[in-house]
């Protein structure tokens, strides 16, 4: 009686294949991993533009503050931004109506913020109103006082000041990744070998878009 032969099956072959692809999603997740890392590093290093540094390490950022005794204030360097509500061409100056709000640690409006108040700022020269409207500016110089003025048709005081430098941003959309896990043991041994789940790189969800603002 003849023996059938069977098919040998290649074990070599199959773990390298296996370990082929446990590699590949280490390395995956290693790039993840960096990219992420050179994220919070760059995020880390935002710096105030010199346009709007201005001359006082710490220039006057708290509107509310100025108002509750604004001659107390007069002529301290200060730092505001927003959403420029109305431009005013004047003799030898524009005039910017400027719905505050906070500034995080590169001077840059925050978006989604509600406005803190509005100031006006005296810009030397002349800037086109189609440029500036409804765009979102930072501006810094020393504080001029109060003047009187309106918001429709409700009075409203209005903080001055005269800006000694102004700076335009965009706002643009990103792609954020969503946070990836940083655990030195999903490296480590599993059941079915090393890497990220054994199979590759672990997907924590979509990505989200945001609006950033941006030089």
Known sequence: MEETSRPRVNLSNKKTEKRSRIMAGQKQGVRWLLAAAVAVALSGC????????GTSPTPQQDLVRV???????VGQEARFGGKVVN????QGKTRLEIA?????????PVLGEPSRGRIFADVNGF??????RGQLV????????VVDGKVGSTPYKFMLMNATGYKRW????????????????MLGPRPW??????????NPGPAEVRNVVTE
């Not at 710096?47 to 540094?53: E, G, H, Y």
């Open 67 to 73: 108002m509750n005794a604004p001659q107390l204030y």
């Open 138 to 145: 930072t501006v810094v110089g020393p504080i001029a006082g």
């Open 193 to 202: 070998g090393y890497g990220y789940g054994g199979w590759g790189w672990y």
């Open 127 to 132: 800037l086109d109103p189609v440029d500036f």
């Open 87 to 90: 431009v005013q061409n004047q």
């Open 100 to 108: 505050t709000v906070p500034l995080d640690s590169g001077a840059r």
């Open 170 to 185: 965009n706002v643009v959309q990103q792609v954020v990744m969503p946070p990836q896990p940083i655990d030195p043991w």
């Open 46 to 53: 935002v710096s105030v533009p010199d346009a709007i540094k």
